[in-house]
């Protein structure tokens, strides 16, 4: 199997606190993981790709300070959104490819973030 | 990675083959063509991928054109769980990103 989990699945939080996103992959090592969002009625959007031990590449217009993220092991990457305000609700998706590696990636739940 | 065209939205009914075009009329040599699909509120869902030959799995079958410029998804069977928006990606190799754009939304109907 290719078991991705994700915690929480659902956060509401007040503005100006940080929030953590854990991304685990349950029954395999993951050499990369990806965080993606997603607003309402749109596609998905990759945020950032992070290998095992280097920092994350970001994509154009995401800001690195606000979302910080860890990838300390082989099966778990975290997503935290500091200083959060109501424009980053969202639904916070992570995925994960299998060590070694291969091209195929496995998707978490997700995390429905709703700040007030 | 080469883009994909997807038709906005498809009905099938119930029990009856759902086939989802995809053109990929750029891709190149190396490039994959993955198929995802998500379904509502939850994270998408690995359905199949090939490169040239055409594959079948426990969830669908996928037919890629000779020229590899277009492909199609066959799921032999809908029900109504695969109601879901499908995503056409083609990727190059382990190094590429998964870039999703609208996808079908394949509404299959009772």
């Known amino acids: 199997g290719a078991v991705v989990s994700q915690h929480p699945s659902w956060v509401i939080c007040k503005s100006g606190t940080s929030v953590k996103i854990e991304c685990r992959s349950l029954d395999f090592q993951a050499t990369t993981m990806f965080w993606y969002r997603q607003f309402p009625k749109q596609s998905l959007m990759l945020m950032a790709t992070s290998n095992e031990g280097s920092k994350a590449t970001y994509e154009q217009g995401v800001e690195k300070d606000k979302f910080l993220i860890n990838h300390a092991s082989l099966t778990l990457s975290t997503l935290t959104v500091t200083s959060a305000h109501p424009e980053d609700s969202s639904f916070y998706i992570c995925?994960?490819?299998?060590?070694?590696?291969?091209?195929?990636?496995?998707f978490g739940p997700g995390t429905r973030l709703l700040v007030l | 990675d080469a883009k994909t065209t997807q038709p906005t939205s498809m009905d099938c009914a119930e029990g009856r083959a759902a086939n989802l075009p995809c053109n990929h009329s750029t891709i190149s040599g190396n490039e994959y063509v993955y198929w995802y699909r998500q379904i509502h509120s939850q994270g998408p869902q690995y359905i199949i991928h090939g490169l040239k030959n055409n594959e079948t799995n426990e969830m669908a079958s996928l037919i890629i054109t000779e020229d590899r410029k277009s492909s199609t998804l066959i799921l032999p069977h809908a029900t109504l769980r695969d109601t879901a928006v499908y995503y056409c990606?083609?990727?190059?190799?382990?190094?590429?990103?998964?870039?999703f754009g609208k996808g079908t939304k394949l509404s299959v109907k009772p």
């Open positions: 995925s994960a490819r299998k060590f070694p590696a291969q091209e195929t990636q496995y």
């Open positions: 990606i083609a990727i190059g190799g382990s190094q590429g990103n998964l870039i």
